[in-house]
């Protein structure tokens, strides 16, 4: 059996709790709170401590799709990437590119967020970008 | 947050007003009772008597949307038996006279009238907040979530220098984020007007110098708002839209508008963990990977920038953020590769000079690092604005009470708020498909006061008819005094009781463009079930 803790922050709300992901052959099976964590200093609250669930939810996505005819196929990556830069080309090409939106994210990481809006402003080549923090 | 966390446990007085923490950030809450046991003093305003309501040393519930006129109060009272921390105004702020001059009106009578809450409960929680330095104002959407959203943050942060609460320990304006990495996204330049570390889109220097870093040419202009997004779509001028991990059907003010401006749109994306309503709707949803299955870091409510560590591998076919992203670049002829997600943050840091440039990922270790962290020796920052304001001096704010922009009539009786509860999160995306979470509370509902529910002849799981001048939906009663009167509840978790059904998407803040989800005027009627009429 090979097991281990993985060090992580609480993806729920702005607080920010350090948690321990119980990670046993692989698969993440439980949460507990990080004892020493400046934060929550070994708390958690009933979203934390059951935060593996929804990782581990059935009702995940597991494929790209790509809605032909009204209805959602699943797709490989290289297709359903492929099909959406040529439709973002093409509005770009008919529109311009402040015909395009952009929506980051308060859940995705610092990272990504930050290649979300250079994606924006750099590719597509507009500042149309935002995300929920008025929400 | 000007301050931190575990400050609060510090504070001579805490001010609550607009945050239901124990069930919305329930590790602050920890904070705020570890704070009593301590000897400190608890001021909870809200609407609705929440939890924390029940620990205070004096609690108010007022009428909603009325914030700016009870700060007034408060500070009306303050300044008049002159418990201000002059020294401070003098040395600190500037513009104090405009505050005395709109506050002078504000007595205690008048606020009342205007509150609901009486001159001596005004008294009593000016009298506290003033005398037991250092005392945090903590806040949530309660106070932003309004057409006069900018005027309620501002009315507390004049509160706050008012005492000489701000740059000091234990103490400061404290709005509590409700989303793990909102306050990331802000700092990445998440937004239309500002690049990363707030950075202006509009300043040539900026402009020059990302455009030089990224090798291309890049616009000056600020873009669009969600807020204003979705006019533009109903006018054809945004044709494709990319939302990544955002539900915005269920979020956003407004549904039927907003699934009328969805429509028009030629092509939407949605990058998610779960076929939300709103990817039902998209052209392409790319499936993401969860937190557990990548690197990288999140930065929580109190500018801790935090790491997130990889626990296993990306579950079915899916693929890291940032992996998307870079994937979907690269084929629209700008190439980015990144082998881990420490490069992008170093490109970050490398061009966020003021906030995050001191931090490495070896530095980040488990515990984070503060911003501002300017550079590789720097310690982090507890607490802001300690020797000065960013902007030199602070600046009071006279601001009038003004009313929400919809109050409850003759046609629309009720007041409607909304929020969250304990058990679920946000749109409920990922807490109602976990087991534990969803035993807590599997439907939606609505709280009505029993004085309400007796008139209406309403019993607990009646189904209710909610309508409002936008639309009107179905959810089953829960009868409760949490609820003043004539004030209903309801939470924004459940799909099948979607309350952006109800809400404006025309009532937002003419600065900040947030909808005003805490104030509507709604009617109520009871469901009558039996015989249904078949309609065409």
């Known amino acids: ?135 | 947050m000007t301050n931190s966390i575990s400050g609060f446990e510090d504070a001579g007085c805490i001010f609550i007003i607009g945050t239901n923490t124990t069930a919305c950030h329930p590790l602050i809450a920890r904070r705020i009772y570890r704070a009593k046991e301590k000897g400190a003093k608890l001021i909870v305003a809200d609407p609705r008597a929440i939890q924390l309501t029940r620990f205070a040393d004096v609690a108010v519930h007022h009428r909603l949307g009325s914030d700016v006129a009870l700060l007034n109060g408060m500070m009306h009272v303050i300044i008049k038996n002159g418990w201000h921390d002059q020294k401070y105004i003098e040395e600190r702020t500037e513009d104090y006279e405009a505050l005395e001059k709109v506050v002078s009106a504000y007595t205690p009578e008048k606020v009342a009238g205007i509150t609901g809450v009486s001159a001596e409960d005004i008294e009593q929680m000016a009298e506290l907040y003033a005398k037991n330095s250092p005392a945090p104002l903590l806040y949530a959407m309660g106070i932003t979530q309004h057409t006069t959203g900018v005027d309620n943050v501002k009315s507390c942060c004049n509160l706050a220098m008012l005492c000489g609460n701000v740059g000091i320990a234990s103490a400061g304006v404290n709005p509590l984020r409700g989303q793990n990495n909102v306050q990331g996204a802000c700092d990445m330049g998440g937004l239309p007007n500002v690049m990363t570390g707030y950075q202006p889109v509009n300043d040539i220097k900026t402009i020059d110098k990302f455009s030089r870093a990224w090798g291309c040419s890049l616009s000056d202009k600020p873009g669009m708002t969600i807020t204003d997004m979705i006019p533009a779509m109903l006018e054809g001028k945004l044709k494709g839209l990319y939302i990544i991990g955002e539900n915005p059907k269920l979020s956003d003010p407004d549904w039927n508008h907003l699934n009328h401006a969805l429509k028009k749109l030629d092509f939407l994306v949605i990058q998610e963990l779960f076929l939300s309503e709103t990817a039902q709707v998209a052209d392409v949803v790319f499936s993401a990977a969860s937190s557990a299955e990548k690197d990288g870091t999140f930065t929580n409510t109190e500018r801790r920038c935090m790491k997130i560590n990889k626990a296993i591998e990306p579950i079915g076919n899916t693929l890291p953020d940032w992996e998307i992203i870079s994937r979907l670049s690269t084929a629209m002829g700008y190439e980015m590769k990144y082998d881990h997600p420490e490069e992008i943050f170093n490109e970050m840091t490398a061009l966020t000079p003021k906030s995050y440039a001191g931090m490495t990922y070896e530095r980040l270790g488990i515990d984070g690092l503060q911003w501002p962290c300017p550079d590789q020796n720097h310690p982090g920052t507890p607490y802001l604005h300690k020797d000065g304001f960013a902007r030199g001096k602070g600046k009071f704010h006279g601001i009038e009470y003004k009313d929400p922009a919809e109050l409850p009539d003759k046609d629309y009786p009720f007041f409607l708020t909304t929020g969250r509860m304990f058990a679920h999160f946000h749109t409920g995306t990922m807490t109602r498909v976990s087991a534990h979470l969803d035993v807590e509370q599997t439907t939606g509902y609505v709280e009505i006061n029993p004085k309400d529910a007796e008139v209406l002849d309403i019993c607990e799981n009646d189904i209710l008819v909610l309508s409002s001048r936008r639309g009107e939906m179905e959810v089953p009663a829960r009868i409760t005094r949490a609820v003043p009167p004539g004030t209903l509840f309801l939470p924004i978790h459940f799909g099948e009781n979607p309350p952006n059904v109800l809400t404006d998407s025309t009532a937002v803040d003419p600065l900040a463009k947030i909808p005003e989800f805490k104030v509507s005027a709604v009617q109520v009627r009871k469901l009558e079930l039996g015989l249904v009429e078949k309609t065409a």
């Open chain 1, 1 to 135: 059996m090979d097991y281990k803790f993985v060090p992580s922050v609480c993806p729920y709300c702005g607080t920010g709790c350090g948690v321990l992901f119980e990670v046993i052959d692989g698969k993440l099976v439980g949460t507990l709170p990080n004892k020493t964590h400046p934060v929550n200093e070994g708390k958690l609250c009933i979203k934390g401590w059951n935060m593996h669930e929804f990782v581990n939810s059935f009702m995940r996505l597991k494929q790209p799709l790509v809605k032909t005819f009204g209805r959602f196929m699943k797709t490989e990556w290289d297709e359903a990437i492929k099909i959406t830069a040529d439709r973002f080309k093409e509005i770009i090409k008919k529109h311009g590119p402040d015909s395009i939106g952009v929506l980051v994210s308060a859940k995705i990481t610092n990272e990504e967020n930050y290649l979300a809006q250079k994606f924006a402003r750099a590719v597509i080549g507009t500042n149309n970008v935002d995300h929920c923090a008025r929400l």
